[in-house]
């Protein structure tokens, strides 16, 4: 085999099919702009050919890279029933789980529109169809130096097939063990080469059946007295209302009502969820280029997606009406307030979803003097969407059905009066008159151009310095258009403003590749690496990133390699440019009757900030701002890596490495409430603290009263990030045959959030939610693959290390996760020298994922751990 690509979570070769022989030509790597034939960079990168993604029998790329050791925390999942933040139905990955912003997908090395129903912050990866899907290359390093922004996890880059000849054709079904969850997937690639170029066009078609979440989970789980009984929710179908003398009763049916018990009347809402949500995906690609001279080639590149997906969610709840004594409808003769009420008769609401994606690439790329090589191109990309929800609550209409003035129990009125008071009370005409379907419109936009050139400068006594300049612009534009009764905040549905906005940037770089000492006692091969690049944005300023790397082949087969660097991400446009609203936040003022104060540093911050001696907070409802931050500033990031890479000369084809990580993050955009601000900051000797800004808070000259909080996110947060990840594979024969063991795992030494100046260090090691995710200390996945010229068998194992509940008291049940491991299958079969067919499972051995006493509704992760149970499929292939 000509080369090998080291993976510090699964190691892969070149793309090779069965009984081929790989050859390497010179090749881009993720990681570097340079063009050089030594497909092993300085950086530790994961490689996935297209033989090892068909032995997963994954036809998504998101799977694919969510079973990787380096994936962690909160991701999107396509069919996840809690991803939010208008990404529903769409797919990403979370390098590190330090979030989807903060890892660059790429593809062919440029960048992708962002993805979802408006002002998302990252791509959607399914926009690309798996038929012409060549490999997919996964940086785990910071490389803001080479790519520009977002890259600071890492690098995802997936490379399209470049010689595809012919027709081929690929469908495959699935359905979990429990007969539900069906999955249809159909491929169709077709390619043409000639003398001068050719022409590739592939489409993908996927379709999923929703899984009841009461299938897997019949219900809210609560282990509070030892053992785990159902819990519902406090918002009940009939009703849960505080009298006028302050007694809390819970109305069943007609006018009965009783004293209200969780443990009678909570409300179980799974019956109403989806485990797994259906998706319909149409997804094109065509890619082309043709050799316009002997020095100059015309590329272009296509892609088109169209997606419906829809979730179900629970019967929406109304919160804090009253209802007068002189209500017919109160049986109380007092005046009561609704505490909360389940709308059981509307039915669930449906969240939909519709999206169409472009994405467009022209370029050319040729040959200057002597090795030099150019590129130049650009591409634009438009995603468009309509999201929404059936069964919305009017808030306002519901006033009105409780207002006698106004309405009317006469059939067919204009303004019907309501019932609330029980279960089922609620009469045809009252839903029809409170009850909307919500519609929101969105996009995102991205103009990418970019020159790059790459060749030796001269020649050192080691070998040739390579070189490798270019200058980008980029332009992200993302608006969103939520539904009036969303904007005005009459929904029962959390209030949205609209966002508009665009980030605009130009770039220029340089990268060198030095090798500095070869052939001598302990250096075969020394080569340092670096790259600078020069950001200017329009918003925030110019910023300089640097990076150094180290690689250092000793000999006896072993390698080190090194690498430092800088990193940064850009606010989001929903970030910067989210819509302002104003409300009134309940909190204490510190300064209030400070004179009296014992604690010295406040006593004198106030008394600096000139408030009266006598100053009482008049009421504790303050003025808050909450939304987007036009002051925010790019995070920064510095990544360190420190690795090994032993290939005994003693063991043929056994590959082992080893990769210390070390992330540090600086200015973390984070949401800080208003109350926290105002605390912290007047409990800092002479307020020197960013919350003291008068972006923060202001206050009254005269009176001392606080006039304004912001709850506004803030650049104040830092993230401190160190790990480990090992990784193994050995080729050998086996019977005759060609087996392929591989080995990653990946452990979490430290993952501590500091949410602001002088906060409490948060520390998510080993632990599973608090907002952020899953953050087990040891992840792994480890795979045999057996081929033969008629045949290839694939088995793998996915393990997720234990882990602790970050919202649960240790004594609580369900605490403590334990192992977990999730066994998969492949076996294929070449029918003919054209067809071949394949089965396999996933979670063979129906894997049962753990309680987790913080997570309702699934009673689990579901962005760490399996809820689906075991499935299996069958795929066909043909090709003409």
Known sequence: M????????????????????????????????????????????????????????????????????ASAGAAGNQTNAYWTGRGWGTAQVNLRGLGINRTLTLLNGRRLVNGGTGANSAPDLNTIPTAIIGRIEVLKDGASAVYGADAVAGVVNIITKTDLEGFAVAGRYGLSGEGDGGDLTLDASYGVRGDRGGLAFAVSYQTTDAVNMAKRAPCPLSGATGALVCLGSGSTAGGRVSLANGQTVNFTTGNAYEPYSAAAHGFNGNPYLNAVNPIDRLTTGLFGDYELTDSITLFGEFLYTHRQTTQLSSPGTLAGFAVAASNPTNPTGGAINIIQRRLVEGGPRNAFQETNTYQATLGARGDLIADWTWEAAVNYGRNTGVDGFTNIANKQHVTNTLNTAVCSFAAGAAIPCGDYLGAGDLTPDVLRYIMATTRDYGGNETVNANFDATGSLFNLPAGALQAAVGVMYRKDHGWRSPD????LGIANSNQQSPIDGEIEAIEGYAEVSAPLLKDLPLIEMLRVDGAVRYSDYERFGSDTNYKIGLDWTLGFGLRARATWGTAFRVPSVAELFGGLSQGLLTTSDPCSRYATSTNAVVVANCRASGVPANYIQPNNNILTTTGGNLNLTPETAETLTLGLVYEPTFVPRLSLTVDYFDIKIDDAIRSITGSTKLSVCYNTPNMNHPFCSPQNFTRSNVTGEVGFLSSQQVNVGSETMKGVDAAARYSFDLAGRTAMFDAGVT????????????????????????????????????????????WSATYSIQWIGRATDFNAAPTALGYRTPNVFYHNAQFSYRLTEKAIIAVGGDNIWDKKAPYLPSYTDANTDTMTYDLMGRRGYVRMTYAF
């Not at 979570?9 to 090749?27: I, N, R």
């Not at 009036?484 to 904007?487: P, S």
């Open 2 to 69: 000509a080369a090998t690509a080291i993976a510090g979570g699964v190691l892969a070769a070149p793309v090779t099919g069965w009984g081929q022989e790989a050859s390497v030509d010179e090749l881009i790597v993720t990681g570097s702009r340079i063009r050089r034939a030594d497909i092993e960079g300085v950086g530790p990168v994961t490689v996935l050919d297209e033989k090892q993604i068909a032995n997963t029998g994954i036809v998504s790329v998101e799977n694919l890279l969510q079973r990787l050791p």
């Open 484 to 487: 009036n009764l969303i904007v």
């Open 747 to 790: 452990y979490l030494d430290d993952y501590t959030i500091v949410p602001f100046p002088g906060g409490a260090p948060i520390l998510y090691k080993g632990h599973i939610g608090g907002g952020n995710g899953g953050y087990p200390k040891w992840r792994g996945l480890t795979s045999l693959t057996v081929d033969d010229p008629k």
